[in-house]
């Protein structure tokens, strides 16, 4: 284009050429009208028709695709007008690639690629047309006179600004044409970034840029006016422009290109060709455009990930600690325990919490995916969620667990069953027809649980069962039990009580537990006599029971006689054939009668001051509670039989009691019923768009009578009810109903591992806790409690509403139903996957220096 400018200069100052090329214009375009109208067969504006010069739709598709291939790699170009095709094949919108423009410009002087990305740009051309391209060939130079005199008729409409115009356009078409010869000299990068400042000034002036097409067409029309030649090109682009529309609607993929129809792609020059050629190439020490993509992606959602939590307030980061993913802070508290003066009766294994709650988050293991549900979940379980294989390998031939491909799978066995836990629960019940699994026995506590399949099978038996073992060198065993969707704690028996109230538990059971119930005047049988339930039974099954060896034998000769002085009656003794195991089942007395009779007070009866009930950090004492035996007192009676226990207000509640909402505790104990019975029917199963199926592990954070779990019993799932230790002592009562629970100070950590429960309820906790503990703590342990995906249901005051639902959207949950009414509101949240990216640096009580 640059040999015509002293042409068009010439033309301007030769009125004579401007009066012919006038007269010759009036006469195309009078031409071109009648031609249109004969010949159109469909509706097309006269300025819209695509009058580019002749070059091949296929190279046409080839460029814009390849300028579509550089913006999905950078995965943020995405043009706001669509062009009729899918976003998906290739992104065709209206602001296709500057750089790609100039090039393009650059490297034909005619003015062929130019053209047709001009077209491309202002919508004229569609980019999954297919033409002849044998015919536009044969057209090549009529196209290009054709288009250069569709341009003046154009400019005609403008009148006398064009011609201002043109003078500007030719300065600046001058200046543009020396810069890219200078370019040339220049290496690519200078080349490129200088086309782009021009291409920036070509968008901004669109309108001069449609003069240097008109100042071309005065050229070639004032030489040519082959009128003939043009109506023929009309038509063909008439033809072309229907087979365009049909393009846009239903063929024309751009992405089917064959490897000839590939090789037309225009490129600058053949240097830049051959480099723009990555087929046989490799990056060298250049990163792709899809790395740095996705690695300044990442960067900017960390950077928004940090400013949507300092615009909270809160700042997460993930814990650093030795236990790493499998962190549970006052289990793992390695400053404390390197304090320890002694490890001789477990206090390494007992609760050891830093003085403040962390705030960091827990990371997920690698590869770590939604939970399996129940009951499949009680059979196998995802590896990668609990990543330890070391039981699989010293107890699979117990059948424990074993390593069954992307799964670890519990055949159900254990130490003392190995062919299956359900023979061995009916072996139980054949032995002593008077437990009555499900009737008579409802709650029973599995002491030393191993991977709890004791428990997870008694649940066929419609038995709940709190299993607890400690966090040792039976690599994550409680651990295995949630994820598999069965009631378990992290805890020994060690210095203190056990966290339950005092005869509570219908059932205690030991099968091979490896607790020296003999030793130290019997102090840790003791406990269990403390927790069990007068007429309740022991169950015990271990090689004490059914072995002669020497250690045996004065094992159960010790028992026996601790047994007898603590009154227990030994009421079955027998073998399993098939198991070839044997069991001792001991019943506690209901009377205080055999104490009384006893030629020696040992162990000794606990004075009248020591509560039974009292269980939060407190040691253990070598004596034994008396039984309550009057009527009114806890204790004094056998509870219902299951069900109708869980619906019955339990005997020793009274008209003169006050319950915990103010009524009379009878009252108050239906009434909290009620209320919860109404609130999950007609809200938490319909109204919040839960999925039960995927709910199996529950808590209830704040339970008081435990109403909420009574009104989940037609549920398939388990509820842990848990109860401050301020506030008021109802814990007995859910027992005596037929559940369990646990107390619990909310400052601290619970005992359980990360990522194990799958809903958590909290109603009017926070604002309770917020008076004594931060809420962030307690956010950050509601965050390592639960799954990812798993729920948070609180109900509260609104401005505790508010403050969690701020903490909820820093940790990147998903707000799932907000609701409040007259200064009380409703919350539900889900957890996701999200984790930040950076570390806690600060030391912790749990990283070792």
Known sequence: MAFGKNTRMDSRRSSSSYSSLVTIVVFVALCLVGVWMMTSTTVVPVRNVDMSPPQTNTEVKQQVNE???????????????????PEEKGGRDQDESSSEQKEDIKDDPEGTVKAEV??????????????????????????????????????????????DKLAS???????????????????????????????????????????????????SSSEKGEDVKEQNQLEEVTQTQEIETENNF???????????????????????????????????????????????????????????????????????????IDYIPCL?????????????????????????????????????????????SRIKIWYHNVPHTMLAVVKGHQNWVKVTGEYLTFP????????????????????????????????????????ASFGGYLFDRDVITMSFAPKDEHEAQVQFALERGIPALSAVMGTTRLPFPGQVFDIVHCARCRVPWHIEGGKLLLELNRVLRPGGYFLWSATPVYQKLPEDVEIWEAMSSLTKSMCWEMVALKRDSVNKVGIAIYKKPSSNKCYEGRSENNPPLCPATDDPNAAWNIPLQTCMHQVPESAGQRGSQWPELWPQRLDKTPYWLNDSQVGVYGKPAPEDFMSDYEHWKHVVSKSYLNGMGIDWSTVRNV????????????????????????????????????????????????????????????????????SKLKKRCKLAAVMAEVDRMLRPEGKLIVRDKVDIINEVETMAKSLHWEIRLTYSKVQEGLLCVQKTFWRPQEIDTAPTSSTLA
């Open 67 to 85: 300028s579509g291939q550089f913006e999905n790699g950078s995965g943020d170009v995405n043009g706001g007008v669509s062009t009729g095709e």
């Open 118 to 163: 001009d077209n491309v740009k202002e919508g004229k051309t569609d980019i999954g047309e297919v033409s002849n391209e044998d015919q536009l060939n044969d057209r090549e130079k009529e196209s290009e006179d054709n288009s250069e005199e569709k341009k003046k008729i154009e400019s005609e409409d403008e009148g006398k600004d064009s011609e």
């Open 169 to 219: 356009e030719e300065k600046k078409i001058s200046e543009s044409k020396e810069e890219e010869k200078e370019s040339k000299n220049n290496n690519k990068s200078d080349s490129e970034e200088k086309e782009s400042e021009d291409e920036k000034k070509t968008d901004s002036e669109g309108k001069e840029s449609e003069d240097e097409k008109k100042s071309d067409s005065e050229e």
């Open 250 to 324: 239903g063929g024309g993929n751009p992405e089917n290109l064959t490897k000839d129809e590939g090789q037309k792609e225009v490129f600058p020059d053949a240097a830049q060709s051959e480099i723009l050629n990555e087929t046989n190439t490799q990056n060298g020490p250049f990163s792709t455009q899809a790395t740095e993509s996705k690695n300044e992606k990442e960067i900017q959602e960390e950077s928004k990930s940090r400013d949507e939590q300092a615009s909270f307030g809160y700042s997460w980061k993930l814990c650093n600690v030795t236990a790493g």
């Open 332 to 376: 793992d508290n390695e400053e404390a325990i390197l304090k320890l003066r002694s490890t001789k009766h477990y206090e390494h294994r007992e609760r050891h919490c830093p003085e403040e709650g962390p705030t960091c988050l827990v990371p997920l293991p690698e590869g770590y995916k939604r939970s399996i549900s129940w009951p499949d």
């Open 412 to 451: 159900g066995g254990g130490t003392q069953f190995k062919h299956g836990a359900l023979h061995y629960v009916d072996f139980v019940q054949e032995t002593l027809p008077d437990i009555a699994w499900g009737k008579r026995s409802r709650v029973v506590l599995d002491v030393g649980c191993g991977v």
């Open 699 to 766: 808590m209830d954070m704040r339970a008081v009578y435990g109403g909420f779990a009574a009104a989940l019993r037609d549920m398939n799932v388990w509820v842990m009810n848990v109860v401050s230790i301020d506030a008021p002592d109802t814990l007995p009562i859910i027992y005596e109903r037929g559940l369990f629970g646990i107390y619990h100070d909310w400052c601290e950590s619970f005992s359980t591992y990360p990522r194990t429960y799958d809903l958590l309820h909290a109603d009017h906790l926070f």
